[in-house]
Each structure stands twice: as C-alpha cells, then as structure tokens.
C-alpha cells in the first residue's frame, strides 16, 4: 500500500473527480511509483485521506479495475498489476474451449528448447537476457483438421515438459505447478499465410489468418508467459461481449 502518493484535485475543473483520480494513480502505476504486487488503498480510507465521498474513490478505484492495472482479490484486497488489458476477454486458452466444447484437442509439438532469450522476449517477459526462457511451437488440432499455431515463451522456471504438452493445455500444465493467470494483455489482429503457416494448417499460400499476441500475468502481477498465435480465419474466431457503461 502507499497511502503517501502525493495527489492534487483541482475541485473547481469541470474534469469529473473520479477521473482526475483514477489518472493520478495511472500515471504512479505505469511509471513505477506503484508497483506490480503493491496493495492499494480501500475505497474507505482513500476518501477519508483525500476528503472525497465514497462513491467517487469507488468509481476512480473501478475505472483502474477496468483498464487492468488494478485487480480485486477476495481476502486480499486491491492490488496493483503490471500491465493494462485492453479489452475484457474471457481468459482462456484453446485447449481448455476445445475440451469444454465437447471437441477433443490434439497437440504436436514442432519445437521445444531453451536457452537466453532474445531483446524482444525478455522484454515482453520483463526479464533479464541472462536468464533463460523456453519456447515452445504447438500445432493444435480438432476433430482431425488443424487449427492453430502456436508459439509461447516462458521463464524456465516454470515451464512445463515437452512430453506433457502433447496431452495437456500449457495452462493446464501451469496450474498443476500452482501458477494461476489472473489476466491478460491481449492483441488481435490478422496476416496473410505464409508457406510454412499454409502447410501446417492446410491453407492457401496468402490465405488470411486471425493473429493473437498474449502476454499473461499470475495473481502477483508477474508475467507468466508471452504468446503469438495464429489461427485459420476459416475455423476459428474470436467473440467477445461488448458492455454499454
């Protein structure tokens, strides 16, 4: 918690004050005076310090809620999270839509090492390029007819075995060694096949395929892994629900 960030209202701007609010700690958050893991404040005892009403430090605590950089844990309290989420998805993964809607998931694994990560990955995985990652490269299949490929980096520590990835969903895998995603940061978006990408997904040279980059973080803020999918427009989409506030 850091109940001494300095934090100054103009009360007579027609800027409402809960967004004047919410884009003080915005700023803290995104240029680390808070940071990932750090308690935030109670709705409660922010009005109390800053002599708001509760129901502007509520709307200013929920807009940061919104965009990611808060999360609400029950038994916790608020806390801070490294990364803004873009768009609220349902975090999934594919695996785990194939297997609930009934389809039986297969899984080939193309490439599977380790080793220092290049200047891009360590700083998608905010880590050091001395450390090691693994990268793994997924065909993933339903029903006899390929889907998706799917190429994911991960701090070595947790990553799972190769042999259990022809079984399981990576997030499954990640469960089961207790690490649990909260959230995302989540981009899509679309390419052209190239010839490798057609041949494994039985597709025309240049046929369109949906893009996914994901970049997942674990009840702590802590970036779990960084993904780049890409996935046949003709089999697969995505949907989202889009609310009115």
Do not use: C
Not at 175 to 201: M, T
């Amino acid at each position: 918690m850091n109940p001494t960030l300095d934090v100054e209202i103009d009360r007579s701007s027609p800027v409402p004050l809960y967004f004047q609010l919410a884009q003080v700690f915005e700023s803290a958050i995104l240029q680390g005076e808070l940071r990932p893991g750090d308690r935030f404040e109670n709705e409660l005892a922010l009005a109390k310090r800053l002599n708001l009403s509760r129901p502007t430090t509520r709307r200013a605590i929920q807009e940061l809620v919104d965009k990611g950089l808060l999360v609400r844990k029950r038994g916790v309290g608020t806390q801070v999270v490294q990364s803004p989420v873009h768009r609220p998805v349902e975090l999934t993964s594919l695996f785990d839509d194939l297997a609930r809607a009934g389809q039986t998931p297969m899984t080939t694994v193309l490439d599977y090492h380790r080793g220092p990560p290049t200047e891009e990955i360590a700083r998608e995985l905010n880590i050091s390029v001395d450390q090691d990652v693994v990268t793994i490269r997924r065909l993933r299949s339903s029903m006899g007819e390929p889907l998706a490929v799917m190429t994911n980096h991960l701090p070595a520590a947790w990553a799972p075995d190769r042999a259990d990835l022809e079984d399981h969903g990576l997030y499954q895998l990640l469960r089961s060694k207790g690490v649990h995603i909260r959230l995302a940061r989540q981009r899509i978006g679309a390419k052209a096949a190239n010839r490798e990408e057609a041949k494994l997904l039985d597709e025309k040279l240049r046929a369109p395929l949906l893009t996914m980059n994901r970049t997942a973080f674990d009840d702590s803020g802590r970036i779990v892994e960084y993904g780049s999918h890409v996935y046949r427009a003709s089999r697969y989409y995505f949907d989202t629900t889009l609310i009115n506030r």
